[in-house]
């Protein structure tokens, strides 16, 4: 899937020397920004780390029908 994003010049500048000085792509050095971003903010990153948090016991608390109390 293709977004557009906005970079300022001065950004964009900045990634590009990087980017050569280190030797990667401009898509890896934004793939990896967005991962960092997303691991501050405690979301998930990957397909496997969606998973594994639906599958978590914290996500299943909330739809599971509470146990009645034996009488």
Known sequence: MRKMIHVSMASNEALQALA?????????LIDEA???LL????????????????????????NRPKRRRPA
């Open 39 to 62: 691991k501050k903010h405690r979301r998930p990153v990957t397909l496997k780390d969606m998973l594994r948090e639906s599958l978590s016991n914290d996500g299943n608390q909330a």
């Open 34 to 36: 967005i991962a960092d």
């Open 20 to 28: 050569a000085e280190t030797k990667q792509s401009f898509q890896d």
